[in-house]
């Protein structure tokens, strides 16, 4: 997959894409339907996405509220064949253009898209003064194809990232896992930390959660890939997630230990997946309780993860 960070001066082999366009936070169900009916079998499958998320770009100060990351979203995008992913840079720039200038200088004569697909509730343009609707008529003018995929719903309830979030918030992997169509995963790389887990007999890998809405604080029953080094492949394990308030106040971050696993992971890059959401944290009266805590929360885990 090639991803590419501009609209302008594309190589030939950049453009004439089929593309399915949306923020795709999360690229749950509801984004792969859309992506799926952007599927042509004589042209490249792109996304046009953007980064920063605008609601980032509008509200800086505002609460992490992102499922993913740029380099969750592009890895998933992977998984799902796409040839051309463009992660358009959303700032002034874009967010003063008119629908219609959006439609004639990035999407045709940038991108040179051949069709376009987006969902049903779909805004673009300077207000959000565009809709599917009106994609589809300057579509038509400008020689290029739009389909509106229709909103996707499970058990009567939509599938949004609206809804996924308040489903992590809550400590419900699963659910938020059905309607992502995967689990919810974290990705990043490995940091220093202050190793305390070595010196506990549970060396953790230590990941950056900053920008990202977060999950409920906890310990989780985690899947991790290792996705750079070495020793990439699957593995399960067992994560904290939040503040390690047994050392004070800290910054939140992921801290996961691998089962069955030695090496430096420094600098490599994990996909963590949270499966089960096992307890919230806590403060022991002391590392030995800690420790007898972590013990039981890793037998827990690997019996989740057996079955999972």
Not at 202 to 208: D, R
């Amino acid at each position: 997959m090639q991803i590419l960070q501009n609209w302008q001066g594309l190589a030939p082999l950049a453009r004439g894409a089929s593309v399915a366009m949306g923020n795709f936070d999360g690229v749950h169900l509801g984004h792969r339907s859309v992506i799926e009916l952007a599927r042509r079998p004589d042209m490249p499958l792109g996304v046009v996405t953007f980064e920063p998320h605008p609601r980032q770009f509008f509200a800086p100060d505002g609460p992490a509220f992102r499922l993913m990351n740029a380099e969750a979203r592009a890895n998933r995008m992977e998984k799902l064949g796409v040839d051309l992913l463009y992660e358009l840079p959303f700032s002034a720039v874009l967010a003063q253009m008119s629908a219609e200038e959006f439609a004639v200088r990035v999407l045709s004569e940038g991108l040179g898209v051949r069709h376009v697909t987006v969902g049903a509730d779909f805004c673009f343009g300077r207000g959000r003064s565009g809709n599917a609707e009106l994609l589809h008529d300057l579509g038509a003018r400008l020689g290029f194809g739009v389909t509106i995929a229709p909103l996707l719903a499970i058990d009567d309830t939509e599938v949004s990232s609206t809804a996924i979030r308040r489903a992590l918030a809550e400590g419900r992997p699963r659910d938020a896992a059905r309607m992502l169509g995967h689990w919810h995963r974290i990705d990043g790389a490995v940091l220093h930390g202050e190793k305390r887990g070595r010196d506990l007999g549970y060396p953790t890998a230590n990941m950056a959660v900053e920008g990202l809405h977060l999950p409920r604080l906890g310990v989780y029953a985690v899947k991790v890939d290792i996705l750079t080094g070495p020793q990439t492949g699957s593995y399960n394990g067992a994560a904290s997630l939040g503040v390690r308030p047994m050392f004070g106040q800290n910054t939140p971050n992921l801290e996961t230990f691998i089962f069955d696993f030695a090496g430096n992971l420094y600098g490599q890059h994990l996909s963590v997946a949270l499966v089960d959401y096992l307890r919230p944290e806590m403060k022991f009266d002391g590392l030995p309780a800690l420790v007898a805590q972590m013990d039981q929360d890793c037998v827990r885990a690997r019996e989740i993860l057996a079955a999972a």
